[in-house]
């Protein structure tokens, strides 16, 4: 799976929760300033051509759909992410992200029981 750029991650994004959409439909999920019409025609064909979106045709009118999930895409996003700045470890991951990012207890604790979860249902 190839990554997305930024600006075709926002689109992905208000793609996702649309679920499919229209052209117009996309450009009125943009907030203001809105990107020009031939800038979400740019993306959405490097996207198509990168097999992330397809379209069904309705005479001059094109609606658009993902092709992939969105828990698909960060989840290869993510594991990229471990694999290339944390050595493959997911505990060095952890170890920075509950390090260097401003979590309250209450947050880690939630954290801790989403990992005991985890482990109750790999022990099953």
Do not use: C
């Not at 996207?47 to 309705?58: G, P, W």
């Amino acid at each position: 799976m190839q990554q997305l750029t930024n600006a075709e991650e926002q689109l992905m994004e208000h793609l996702w929760k649309l679920d499919k959409a229209f052209m117009k439909d996309l450009l009125e999920a943009y907030p203001e300033p809105k990107p020009k019409t031939t800038t979400v025609a740019t993306l959405l064909k490097r996207m198509i051509d990168k097999n992330f979106v397809a379209f069904k045709e309705y005479g001059n009118s094109r609606e658009y759909y993902p092709l992939v999930e969105k828990t698909a895409y960060f989840s290869k996003q993510v594991n990229g992410l471990i694999k290339n700045f944390f050595n493959d470890s997911a505990s060095q991951f952890a170890s920075f992200f509950t390090t260097e990012t401003n979590l309250s207890e209450k947050e880690l604790e939630e954290l801790k029981k989403i990992v005991d979860r985890a482990i109750q249902n790999k022990k099953k």
